[in-house]
Structure formats: structure tokens, C-alpha cells
């Protein structure tokens, strides 16, 4: 039996998607995840103990694995273990994206230096410290501009800035944001420094892809409907096909396969965030790793003319079928995106406040095109809105005849839901002694 490494976070929304996948394929899947490793297998899932910020020690525990039982590929989901993942797969000669490149992928001013470099349009940026005086940066800059840190994702921390005044408080904000605990477990010097960049204005678009040896396989790109001019950038919906047109979509395919050969990406998933405007298209980012949450689902495939399935047994492929057979050496190109229209609302959070529960289920899940809803948080857990946060309600998943009527569906679902959440009770510290 084939044996594929699966790096995730130990609370990853993917990781059972990836072992349905896997028991289809006949793979055996091993995972590596950030967790202690003096625990005896709390998950029970006999999962190689790791920590992502001690990549050293990571690479070892796992190479020592591969001693025992020989890995036949490897599959990173999120930015964090990207860099382990592909020292692992050099270590083993196994195609991969080298440790180089996935670095520079998760560091937003690396990502910017090296588009810089290979002569992508990019916005004026200036990197700084966090702790010191942010005007040097707005003079090189101006505004609007846009405060980010540099190794976040899913858009936490990132905020418009229109004067100096917002500045201001913006880097208040990002300050309290990357002193929290969370990110402090991260320990992750780039969490010290920001990059403020100008404002691109334009349509946003995401793309998820396949690097071959260096040539970009297009699996979809995704139209994202809802203005992203902030102050905040909280993605919502992703619809594909895209309706940006044959032109502009080739205009972004090859603008992200130019970026990811800047980054020095080559081979295995990318997702890319891009805008379109009246000076072309401006690649925002472009990550070692596939799609992320739970958003995978909105995408199906199906093989391409000249290369049927043998194993009939499902008629389309999910994501993370078609991730574990690329990492086990079949070329992605053999299978493209289902011709359904097919879209995912990722669910905002209204308000700060503890979860208790929706209302609304049913009657959401009966309207037309809806293909499944999953709420992802739990009662009493306390939801914390964007810029701060880093999770979603959950997840609205639709399909139909175009993105259009698919984008109906995702919105009329959400519209019939009624989430419950109450106002957040502080403690305030004793003044007795």
C-alpha cells in the first residue's frame, strides 16, 4: 500500500477529508501534527508528534518515521508546515516545492521583494518594525495603504489605512492582535515586523492550482462578488467559474504561474489571491498549499477526454483526491474542474460574542441549489469578528447551472439563518487581596 504524509494543524478542518480520500484511493495516510509530543496519541490517531516552529527537530522526528516506513509522497495543508514539508520531501527526493520557495510564499515582504524582482506590477511597500514609529513608512508609501503582518493568513490583522490618523490606531490594533497568545505559541520572529503596502483598488479574484515541474495546471479560479475595500478583508464568497472573461482570466493564469516561478514554486498546490484593474492584474499572494477551512468542497473533478477513471465507483474526484495522486507522481492535467457551477460562503461573524447556537437549518438547506451547510463552531465558543479573529460560523456550500444562480442560493441559505451569540461577560481581576 502506498503511504502519503499529511502535515496539519491537529484541529485542521481537512484532515477527514483527507482520510475519506485516501481510504477511496487504497493510500494509507500518515499524519504529522503541531502537537506535544509527551502525550501518548490523545487523538488517537497515531500521528507523528510535531512542532512547527522547531522545523529542525520536525524534519528529524519525521525522517526518522521514513526510516521505519517509506513515505511515497507528502501533502501540506496551511502555510505553517509548508517549509517542513518540503525540506522532507528534498531529504527523500520527493518533487516538491523547495524550502526556499515555501518560505518566501508565507512571508508577505519576501512575496513582495521577490514579485519586485521579477518585474510583476507591484504596489509601493515599505517593511518595519513593529514596536517603532510607523510615519517613515507612509511617507515611502502614501495612502490609502494597507497595514499587514507578515505571516498571518485569511486576512487577520489586515487593515486599510486612508490618513494618519488610522494609521495610527490601525497599528494599535495589529500591535494587541500579534501580542496574543496564540500567535505568540507561534513563535515566529516575523511576527515583529508589519509591511505596509498601497492600496491596490480593482476586482479580487483567488485562483487554486497545481504546479507540474514548474508549469501551472489552472484548476479554478474563483470570483469573489462581495467589494473587498475594507477597512477589513473578510473573504465571504467564492464563485467559479469565474465571469471575468477569457481574456482576463488568461491575463491572471499567467500572471500567478510568472509569480509562482518568482517565488521559486514548482511543484505541488498553490492558492493565489490576485486584483484585476485598469493597470492589470496585481498578484497579492501565492501560497505552497492548497485552499484552506473547508472551502475544498465547492470543487469537483472529472476526468478529461482520452484519460477515463478504471475505478468507477465515484463519478467526480474531490480536491484532496486529486492533491494525495499528484503527491503520489500522477500528473494533475489528467482531470479537470466538473462543468457545474459550484460556489462556498465562508460565514462571517456578526459580532463579538459567545456562540450558542442557528437557528434556521432546515429551511436553508431546502433552498434550491443548496448542496450542503456546516456549522464549524461550537456552543460557547467565543467568536472573535476580523480583523482579531480567525475562524468562520461555518460554511454554505452551493452548485447550479451558473455562478450567478449559485451566488443566489448562497445568499438567500444565509439570509434564512438566525445565529445566536451573546454578549462576551469580562471578569474583572479581584482588588483584594
Known amino acids: 500500500m502506498r503511504r502519503v504524509l499529511l502535515l496539519a494543524a491537529t484541529t485542521g478542518y481537512q484532515t477527514r477529508a483527507f482520510g475519506d480520500a485516501a481510504a477511496r484511493l487504497g493510500v494509507e495516510l500518515v499524519f504529522a501534527t503541531d502537537r506535544c509530543d509527551v502525550l501518548d496519541d ?37 502555510d505553517r508546515p509548508t517549509v517542513i514539508a518540503s525540506r522532507v520531501c528534498e531529504a527523500l527526493g520527493l518533487p516538491w516545492h523547495p524550502p526556499e520557495g515555501a518560505a518566501a510564499a508565507r512571508n508577505k515582504q519576501l512575496t513582495r521583494r521577490a514579485f519586485q524582482l521579477a518585474g510583476l506590477p507591484t504596489p509601493a511597500f515599505a517593511e518595519g518594525v513593529l514596536s517603532e514609529d510607523p510615519w517613515p513608512l507612509a511617507k515611502r508609501v502614501g495612502y490609502p495603504a494597507v497595514l499587514k503582518p507578515l505571516s498571518l493568513s485569511g486576512s487577520r490583522g489586515v487593515i486599510r489605512v486612508n490618513d494618519s490618523g488610522e494609521l495610527e490606531t490601525a497599528i494599535q490594533r495589529l500591535r494587541a492582535i500579534l501580542a496574543s497568545p496564540d500567535v505568540q505559541r507561534e513563535r515566529n520572529d516575523a511576527h515583529e515586523r508589519v509591511l505596509l503596502e498601497r492600496f491596490v483598488p480593482g476586482r479580487e479574484f483567488a485562483l487554486e492550482g497545481l504546479m507540474n515541474a514548474g508549469v501551472l495546471d489552472v484548476l479554478a479560479i474563483f470570483d469573489k462578488p462581495d467589494p473587498l475595500d475594507g477597512p477589513f478583508f473578510e473573504e465571504t464568497i467564492y464563485l467559479t467559474p469565474t465571469s471575468a472573461g477569457e481574456a482576463t482570466e488568461c491575463a491572471i493564469g499567467a500572471a500567478i504561474a510568472k509569480a509562482a516561478t518568482a517565488l521559486g514554486l514548482v511543484h505541488g498546490p498553490i492558492h493565489a489571491e490576485c486584483r484585476v484593474g485598469d493597470d492589470g492584474v496585481f498578484v497579492l499572494e501565492v501560497a505552497a498549499r492548497p485552499i484552506g477551512g473547508l472551502c475544498a468542497r465547492a ?16 463519478p467526480t474526484l474531490s480536491l484532496e483526491e486529486l492533491l494525495l495522486r499528484h503527491a503520489l507522481g500522477e500528473p494533475s492535467t489528467a482531470f479537470r474542474r466538473e462543468d457545474v457551477a459550484s460556489g462556498v460562503m465562508m460565514i462571517p461573524i456578526p459580532r463579538r460574542g459567545v456562540f450558542r447556537g442557528v437557528s434556521g437549518l432546515e429551511g436553508a438547506r431546502e433552498v434550491p441549489g443548496i448542496d450542503d451547510i456546516r456549522i464549524t463552531a461550537k456552543p460557547d465558543q467565543l467568536l472573535v469578528p476580523l480583523p482579531e479573529g480567525a475562524s468562520y460560523l461555518g460554511f454554505i456550500f452551493a452548485r447550479g447551472s451558473d455562478a450567478m444562480e449559485v451566488n443566489g442560493a448562497l445568499r438567500q441559505a444565509h439570509a434564512t439563518l438566525a445565529f445566536s451569540v451573546l454578549p462576551e461577560v469580562r471578569v474583572l481581576p479581584s482588588t483584594h487581596g
Open 299 to 314: 470543487l469537483r473533478f472529472v476526468p478529461r477526454p482520452g484519460t477515463e477513471r478504471t475505478d468507477r465507483s465515484e
Open 42 to 78: 490523545p487523538w488517537r490517531d497515531a500521528a507523528i508528534p510535531i512542532r512547527f516552529h522547531d522545523e529542525d527537530a520536525s524534519v528529524e522526528s519525521i525522517l526518522a518515521f521514513a526510516s521505519r516506513q517509506a513515505l511515497d509522497g507528502v501533502v501540506a495543508v496551511g
